[in-house]
């Protein structure tokens, strides 16, 4: 599988960017998954629910499946978060995974940049980062596309990674 980052500060745009590029991408007739890396407890369960009650009363794994969507969830309960490469293991086979955060590994990835927030750039400290997609335009020893030019963003991604 080939696998393809979008990284940035909060607000910076990745999540609008992630979801407009597994749409234009699926759109040209590639498989795409996603990963993304959360910084803080999430909860894709709800109290009362019988996966939650399996959960609670102490399973470290629940599997919960229909014939449209399979969700599985596993609990830490104290054990080191998986490695992106763990993770990755997990995927079915598709033609493309694109990966929100996980900005210290070292796949190859865009920044997404909104001047508003106030944060400088990662690009210049960091060469996995291949190109920028920004709201202003930038001087950069590296590709910066505009954030909204999803269709130029995808080209780029494609040929990088050789699809």
């Known amino acids: ?3 393809y980052g979008v990284v940035g ?28 890396h959360a910084h803080h407890s999430f909860d894709v369960d709800h109290e009362g629910k019988d996966s939650y009650r399996h959960r609670v009363a ?5 599997l919960l499946a229909s014939r ?4 599985w969830m596993q609990e830490m309960r104290g054990a080191e978060e998986p490695s992106l490469e763990q993770l990755l293991r997990r ?15 070292g796949h190859a990835k865009i920044e997404a940049h909104r001047s508003e927030t106030g944060n400088p750039l990662i690009a210049p400290e960091d060469e996995t980062i291949r190109a920028v997609a920004s709201d202003v335009p930038l001087e ?9 030019d999803t269709s130029a963003i995808a080209d780029f991604i494609l040929a990088e990674v050789g699809l």
């Open 140 to 148: 950069l020893n590296r590709p910066v596309f505009s954030l909204d």
């Open 91 to 105: 995927l079915s086979p598709v033609d493309l995974v694109l990966i929100e955060g996980y900005k210290r590994d």
């Open 9 to 36: 500060w909060k607000n910076s745009g990745k999540t609008g960017l992630m979801e407009r590029l597994v749409s234009e991408i699926t759109k040209r007739g590639f498989t795409v998954s996603t990963i993304k």
């Open 68 to 71: 449209n969507r399979v969700a």
């Open 1 to 3: 599988m080939r696998i």
């Open 58 to 62: 102490g399973a470290s794994e629940v």
